[in-house]
């Protein structure tokens, strides 16, 4: 088998992004699992739009489309029907999938083809010279929230991770990968010229890590326990809380999913949740297909004569 080979397949010297941005760890970290994996690199697909994260497919010695803006979701959604045994993942950027994307976007959601998605999240569009994208907090309209806008177009996968703890990142597209049907993951990522070190605010003070069945625990032994639908911040160092009182997660539950993606809008002094929001597997795991050489169509016969065939 022909599998991919991180140090061997990554195109260093091709690499035009610039020096400290976050799309250097996203790049490593994926060409480190498709290794682990043992995908066969002839199998593995890259499609994406229009942004610095589109520029990716270019860097793996695997297959890869550089499509148009907002379109690589369609893209990817005809390549996986045409041969369902390919392993495709969609690189996309907060513009692509946010903006002029949205509709593409949200209906592949919709369709749970087995797909990949990462969305590579700045908060700005540092292309066209770092204008404020529309999930960044200071834009003048309130912006999205993009976790709770992908749980509720109907995703059976959805995670949050940074490219600036690339062993949590490497887990979570291990996960995605393992997933039948369509995976969302947003990235949040690095932009050292237009956003610098904006991510670089979350520490161990302000973030949580979910994982499930373990209550929700972070910084100095803070916890999050619900007081009815009210997530709440307690202070384990206090001898009247317990850690039995917790919130344990559930990334079945897509109610408490919701909570979740909506910490920030609830309580401002909330951590920032990292980790898989929800997972449902609802498809079964297929097995291979054997894809059948489909027969010739003469085009002079569908234009001549009126005849059609239904592909």
């Known amino acids: ?31 480190k699992i498709l290794e682990k994996l ?45 041969n369902p045994n390919l392993n495709v993942w969609v690189i996309t950027g907060d513009g692509d999938s946010f903006s002029i994307g949205t509709n593409n976007f949200l209906h592949t959601i919709r369709r749970d083809i087995d797909l990949n998605i990462l969305i590579f ?13 529309i999930t960044n907090k200071k834009n003048k309209y309130r912006p999205f929230n993009t976790i709770s806008l992908i749980l509720s177009s109907g995703s059976t996968f959805v995670a949050r991770t940074l490219d600036n703890y690339p062993n949590h990142l490497q887990k979570i597209l291990i996960y995605a990968n393992k997933h039948i049907g369509t995976s969302c993951i947003e990235i949040y990522q690095n932009c050292p010229i237009y956003n610098k ?33 009210i997530p709440k911040i307690v ?53 291979k297909k054997i894809i059948k050489k489909k027969k010739k169509i003469n085009l002079y016969k569908i234009l001549k004569k009126n005849y059609y065939e239904i592909i």
Request: with cysteine.
């Open 121 to 133: 999240n700045n908060e700005v569009y540092s292309l066209t010279k770092g204008q404020k994208s």
């Open 197 to 229: 070190n904006f991510f670089k605010k979350f520490n161990k003070k302000n973030i949580i890590f979910l994982e499930n069945n373990k209550p929700l625990i972070f910084g100095n032994k803070r916890g999050i326990k619900l007081d009815g639908q």
């Open 38 to 82: 043992k995908i066969n690199k002839n199998e593995i697909v890259l499609v994406s739009g229009i942004g610095c994260s589109s520029r990716l497919p270019y860097y793996i010695n695997t297959y890869g489309i550089h499509g148009i803006h907002g379109r690589p979701f369609s893209i990817a959604t005809g390549i996986k029907i045409s």
């Open 235 to 287: 202070n384990l160092n206090n001898k009247y809380n317990s850690i039995n009182d917790l919130w344990i997660h559930n990334y079945k539950n897509i109610y408490k999913s919701y909570i979740l993606s909506n910490f920030k809008n609830i309580n401002n002094k909330l951590p920032t949740p990292f980790g898989i929001f929800y997972k449902k597997q609802i498809h079964k795991i297929k097995k």
């Open 1 to 31: 088998m022909n599998y991919l080979k991180y140090k061997k397949d990554i195109k260093k010297k091709e690499i035009k992004w610039c020096l400290g941005c976050g799309n250097y760890s996203i790049l490593i970290q994926l060409a």
